[in-house]
C-alpha cells in the first residue's frame, strides 16, 4: 500500500530527528493534489508507531489546497486536480504552484527529565 510506505518514511525521518526522545506530537502537511489520502495516512501511522519513539503520539494532518499559475498568461487559480485549463486565456499549459507534496512541518518531543 502507497501510504503505508510514506507513513514509514515519516516515521524513520522523525526517528532519526529526534535523536532518543519520545515524540508527542507530528504535523504533516498534506497537498490536496499529491494522491495522498490524510485518512489513510493516520490509520497508519497508529498502526506503525506502537514500540517505536513515537508510540503515543498525536499526528496532526494539515491539507494544502491544489493551486496552478498559467504559463500563457501568468494567472493563477485553485486546482481540484492535478491538471486544468486557464480561466483567463483557455490555456492547458498549467503549472502546479501548491498542493502536490507532503511536507513534515513539526515535531514536539517530550523534554528529558
Ligand atoms: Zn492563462
Do not use: K, W
Amino acid at each position: 500500500m502507497h501510504e503505508l510506505s510514506i507513513t514509514q518514511t515519516i516515521i524513520d525521518a522523525v526517528v532519526d530527528a529526534a535523536q532518543g526522545a519520545a515524540v508527542r506530537r507530528i504535523t504533516l502537511e498534506i497537498g490536496e493534489l499529491s494522491a495522498i489520502l490524510p485518512d489513510s495516512i493516520q490509520f497508519c501511522f497508529e498502526a506503525c508507531i506502537p514500540n517505536t519513539l513515537l508510540a503515543g503520539a498525536d499526528l496532526d494532518i494539515l491539507t494544502v489546497p491544489g493551486r496552478g499559475r498559467c504559463r500563457n498568461c501568468g494567472h493563477e487559480m485553485p486546482l481540484e486536480v492535478p491538471y486544468g485549463i486557464c480561466d483567463q486565456c483557455d490555456s492547458l499549459a498549467i503549472d502546479i504552484i501548491a498542493g502536490q507534496g507532503l511536507v513534515i512541518l513539526s515535531m514536539e518531543t517530550v523534554p528529558c527529565a
